[in-house]
């Protein structure tokens, strides 16, 4: 423990660091990345020196190193590493940011060209440019992520057609499968079946939170497009799941979605947690409140934060 006398709950360190609290957990109790303090009922307490601790091994595990292989470096290792000098709430931080998403913005760009002219090689080079040079997790926040919203809106507003659309589906579910390969999933890890339900035909949205749920732990099942209630409460209890994703992207506005998330919200247990997300998913809001269903139509982090949150671990 530092010297410090300043000391933070959980809260606040997942507040400053915009990690999850189950990630610090895990770095902690896997990797003995920090060691915290603890009150008299067992509470932990962070100093600042590793709340810098925990921003700059958030930064470099974005970057596409392993928490595993930097979880024992020291601070000049690791911010060497980041190469931006201290780590506080400042210009340093922000700074590193958005120049990781001017980068991602450059390389989706790159992406959105080759699916434009049904260019699969080019495509899949850009893709591949944007994981060496942002890291595994960077490309999925920031190439993946905003290639799959810019795909959706282009369909929808007629720039593209659907083909492009499935075409760029087919590169990306290639792509995404092969760089989950590496890393088998914990056989300890929760289930997480993933789909769009019926009428959702965009299926990228759901192609990436099941990729992204591998990189998390979880035994990740992607369904497919356009799969009814039935089908996939069928897939959950087989597993069976902790929890099932859906991604609604187009209409905003279908009465018969409505049934099917009804339906499907009776056909699964009570401890099967219901995740919605997608740019249409917040149409749905009042039948996804009715049956409590979380609904996550922001950024892929607040995807990962609710998967994180899901993830039981002991303290």
């Not at 020291?74 to 940011?97: C, I, Q, T």
């Not at 049904?118 to 591949?128: C, I």
């Not at 759901?206 to 749920?213: E, F, K, N, R, S």
């Amino acid at each position: 423990m530092s010297g410090s006398t300043l000391l933070h709950p959980m809260k606040v360190v997942a507040l400053r660091t915009g990690l999850s609290p189950h990630v610090i957990r895990v770095w902690e109790r896997r990797y003995r990345a920090v060691t915290p303090g603890r009150t008299g009922t067992h509470r932990r307490l962070y100093s600042e020196p590793e709340i810098e601790r925990l921003k700059l091994l958030q930064l470099a595990t974005e970057a596409g190193h392993s928490i595993g292989t930097i979880a024992h470096l020291d601070m000049e290792a690791l911010r060497n590493l980041v190469g931006s000098g201290r780590m506080d709430d400042g210009p340093p931080l922000k700074k590193l940011r958005d120049e990781r998403q001017m980068v991602g913005r450059a390389f989706v760009e790159r992406c959105l060209e080759n699916t434009a002219n049904l260019d699969r090689a080019g495509l899949e080079t850009a893709l591949q440019d944007g994981s060496l040079a942002l890291g595994q997790q960077g490309v999925l926040l920031h190439v993946v992520a905003p290639l799959a919203e810019a795909v959706g809106a282009l369909w929808q507003n007629g720039t593209i057609g659907v083909a492009h659309e499935h075409f760029a589906s087919a590169v990306l579910r290639t792509f995404l499968g092969n760089m989950g390969r590496p890393f088998a999933p914990r056989e300890s890890g929760p289930h997480l079946i993933t789909a769009t339900p019926p009428g959702q035909l965009h299926e990228l949205g759901a192609l990436l939170v099941a990729a992204m749920a591998a990189k998390l732990g979880w035994q990740s099942t992607y369904l497919g497009a356009c799969l009814s209630a039935s089908e996939i409460a069928s897939a959950a209890l087989q597993k069976p799941a902790r929890a099932v994703a859906l991604s609604i992207v187009y209409p905003a506005d279908d009465p018969q979605l409505e049934s099917e998330l009804r339906q499907l919200r009776s056909l699964l247990p009570a401890n099967v947690a219901l995740l919605v997300g997608g740019r249409a998913a917040a149409g749905y809001q009042r039948v996804l409140n009715e049956i409590g269903a979380t609904c996550s139509a922001g950024a892929l982090t607040d995807f990962m934060d609710v998967l994180n949150a899901l993830q039981p671990i002991a303290s």
